[in-house]
């Protein structure tokens, strides 16, 4: 694994942490408008690349592709329940906040 790949997945997990603990994480800049709705759909978008490239990987090793190794195949696995966990995490809060909302007085 090369080290721009390493730094990546560790700004991805630094993300993702401070997304499910509710900090803002800092803005990226991406020239892309759009608020709440693009994020949140971004990140799904993301959650669901990494579990399909997991999917993909754990069947090309099944297959008996030599380029596939056991680490790859666990590591993408990893790295797509760790994300799947911080979105469901994020959901929960949102809902939470939803509720606390329409719960209070008016």
């Known amino acids: 694994m090369k080290t721009n790949d390493v730094n990546q997945l560790l700004a991805q997990m630094r993300a993702l942490t401070a997304q499910a603990q509710g900090i803002p994480a800092a803005p990226e800049k991406t020239g892309e408008k759009g608020g ?3 994020v949140l759909t971004a990140s799904l978008n993301q959650v669901n690349g990494l579990q399909q490239d997991a999917a993909h990987k754990a069947e090309a090793f099944e ?6 190794a056991i680490a790859e195949v666990m590591l993408a696995a990893q790295k797509a329940n760790l994300s ?5 995490q994020v959901r929960n809060r949102l809902i939470t906040a939803y509720q606390d909302i329409m719960n209070m007085p008016i």
């Not at 297959?63 to 596939?68: A, H, K, L, S």
């Not at 799947?84 to 469901?88: C, E, G, K, L, P």
């Open 36 to 38: 709440f709705s693009s």
């Open 63 to 68: 297959r008996g592709d030599p380029g596939v």
């Open 84 to 88: 799947f966990q911080a979105v469901t």
